[in-house]
């Protein structure tokens, strides 16, 4: 994979990295404040990060509205799937923590990572109207949201174990966007490739 910045890629990447922390902080700003319902806590969760990424995509690409509204029920969807799934889940990870604690924390990192690809699925829809190889993405949102529980054992008896949140949502928000840094200047070598060709037929 051969990954060059351009100088609208430092800004993009600057904002996706904001983005990631404002909708980490918009959640936990506004959680308190609503009624305490089971359904209430994906839909926020993927409002703000929905918004947030939409606003930094804005700058970068015309499918920012749609990119937000995929990453909103992506994250709703999966945090009612899991709702839905609470009690096998919550037996697996008792027979995980039953084995020992690396078992443990392998399966909540599995978690993750699945949670990561559930939503880059509801993204890859709308990417792959603009970037060639969009599969791709699922694969980069997977590992970004695992990278929290990753970061989180890196951390463990540390003294930076107190700023684990913090650091968890740096590296998901920084590998989140080298992943689209990359394809969407894929994306933008292809179509200067056709308009470079359309311009040569004429």
């Known amino acids: 994979m051969q990954l060059s910045f351009r100088k609208q890629d430092l800004v993009f990447f600057g904002l996706w990295l904001a983005a990631a922390f404002a909708g980490r902080a918009l959640f936990d700003w506004l959680i308190p404040l609503l009624p305490d319902a089971w359904?209430?806590?994906?839909?926020l969760s993927g409002a703000a990060r929905g918004l947030t990424q939409a606003l930094a995509l804005a700058r970068r690409s015309h499918i920012a509205a749609l990119w937000g509204l995929a990453t909103f029920m992506g994250i709703t969807f999966y945090g009612w799937l899991?709702?839905?799934?609470q009690a096998p889940l919550q037996a697996?990870?008792?027979?995980?923590?039953?084995?020992?604690?690396?078992t443990l924390v392998l399966f909540v990192i599995l978690l993750q990572a699945v949670q990561g690809a559930v939503i880059g699925l509801w993204q890859w829809a709308v990417l792959r109207t603009d970037a060639p190889d969009a599969g791709r993405w699922v694969f980069f949102s997977s590992i970004a949201y695992a990278a929290v529980g990753l970061t989180a054992l890196a951390v463990f008896d540390t003294p930076l174990n107190e700023y684990r949140d913090a650091l968890g949502t740096l590296a998901t928000g920084a590998i989140g966007g080298l992943g689209l840094v990359?394809?969407?200047?894929?994306?933008?070598?292809?179509y200067a490739t056709r308009e470079s060709g359309d311009q040569a037929a004429q």
């Open 39 to 43: 359904y209430l806590a994906p839909l």
């Open 82 to 85: 899991v709702t839905g799934l």
């Open 92 to 102: 697996l990870a008792q027979a995980a923590q039953a084995r020992d604690e690396g």
């Open 182 to 190: 990359w394809m969407l200047n894929q994306a933008d070598d292809v």
